[in-house]
């Protein structure tokens, strides 16, 4: 009886929906399970080619030294593009995949399938290439930074979920200004539709790289003062106004010391208005997250991100953690909108230049989540 053991623990599953692969400081929806596989069909034929040079396709599933000194010691026949080359790719992402609990394949945008974490993602390919074009001491290297890769321990953290205060029960409503917006024209005098630019799902080439017209985002700043006016006459709040060299800030202090406090910084970087919200203990936002011509904001776009951020963390809505993966600072987040309609998360690595022991001890704090502003009593 056959009782070889399964070169592959988990089930072998097809590619998943194409998506982007997450990487540090991704923002992501924080209830969007990322769809990924940890054992990808289709290394069959590297497996019979380490058969017939002496090798068990096991062992090499369980040691990665082995793995990537026989990928180097074969490169020759490794090197044309086919079914032998892919189907070592696929061998090399499984181990990857099955080292560590929380590693998976994930499939770009473009289709390329990865393999990693949330804080490292791997292209097989590149892999491949490197440890082919190397010598014996730059394998070694290769697997052992790997491996120290594979044997750090992610922590298993309850999933952040802050529940915010329903709007209704803030004494006046927040209302949000008449925001004039001005037509913008292309080179060719067509006004420009932002927002819909891009109905037929096609973003033209260069597109990412092109900021037309960010003064469009300019309506920003009168947001800011509307949001902190509001702030102002239904929350408990210490507001403190400050001018900048290049624009303005106003900090907003809770009277409750477990509720988050606010810095709005409004300034005009590379020409593009844009609003820096620091929030918490750990985190700043920038409004408009992105303002290239691909992605197409529009003001009121940018706004509807302003207001559900500076609103939910008024309503207690946001919630932050800062924890430790192979001895390296990462923090996290989960913003929930007063609607509880507009869910936002995401987490990275912390700045390492940046003392995170004050926010650490005020996080302890708050594990579920900063508390509600404390409301003005109503006149």
């Keep these: 009886m056959d009782t070889q053991p399964p070169v592959f623990d988990a089930p072998a599953r097809p590619r998943p929906t194409a998506r982007m692969v997450p990487g540090p400081g991704t923002d992501l929806a924080a209830d969007v399970e990322l769809v990924g596989i940890r054992h990808y069909p289709g290394w069959d034929d590297f497996a019979d080619y380490a058969r017939k040079h002496g090798e068990e396709p096991v062992r090499l599933a369980r ?10 010691d074969h490169r020759q026949a490794l090197e044309p593009a086919g079914g032998l080359r892919l189907a070592t790719e696929i061998f090399l992402g499984n181990t990857v995949a099955q080292a560590r609990e929380d590693v998976r394949w ?25 440890v082919a074009q190397g010598g014996d001491q730059a394998v070694e290297r290769a697997a052992a930074l790997l491996e120290e890769w594979l044997a750090q321990v992610v922590p298993k953290l309850a999933p952040l979920n802050p529940v915010p205060r329903p709007p209704e029960a803030v004494p006046a409503p927040y209302r949000r200004p008449l925001l004039e917006e001005a037509v913008y024209r292309d080179g060719d005098d067509v006004p420009i539709n932002y927002g819909r630019r891009w109905a037929d799902g096609e973003t033209p080439e260069g597109s990412y790289e092109r900021i037309s017209h960010p003064e469009r985002f300019a309506g920003l700043g009168q947001l800011v003062l509307a949001l902190a006016a509001h702030l102002e006459s239904n929350y408990q709040v210490r507001r403190e106004d400050a001018q900048l060299e290049d624009g303005t800030r106003i900090t907003l202090v809770p009277a409750d010391p477990l509720a988050a406090t606010m810095r709005l910084e409004s300034r005009t970087e590379g020409g593009q208005p844009t609003v820096r919200v620091f929030a918490g203990a750990a985190h700043d936002f920038v ?13 009121q776009s940018a ?7 500076v609103l939910g963390v008024a309503a207690g809505g946001f919630a932050e953690r800062i924890y430790d993966v192979g001895g390296q600072p990462w923090i996290q987040f989960r913003l929930t909108a007063p609607d509880g309609n507009s869910l936002r998360g995401g987490e990275g690595s912390a700045d390492p230049n940046k003392d995170l022991d004050e926010a650490r001890t005020m996080l302890e704090k708050v594990p579920g989540g900063w508390h509600p502003w404390p409301l003005r009593a109503l006149s």
Excluded: K, W
Excluded at 107 to 129: C, E, N
Excluded at 287 to 299: F, I, K, M
Excluded at 303 to 309: P, R
């Design 63 to 72: 040691d990665m030294p082995a793995l990537l000194h026989f990928i180097h």
């Design 303 to 309: 706004g509807d991100e302003l207001e559900n951020l």
């Design 287 to 299: 409004v408009p997250s992105c303002g290239c011509d691909a992605c197409d904001e529009t003001l």
């Design 106 to 130: 994930e499939s770009t945008a473009s289709g390329q399938m990865m393999v990693g974490a949330f804080d490292r993602y791997y292209d097989p390919r590149v892999m491949i290439d490197a």
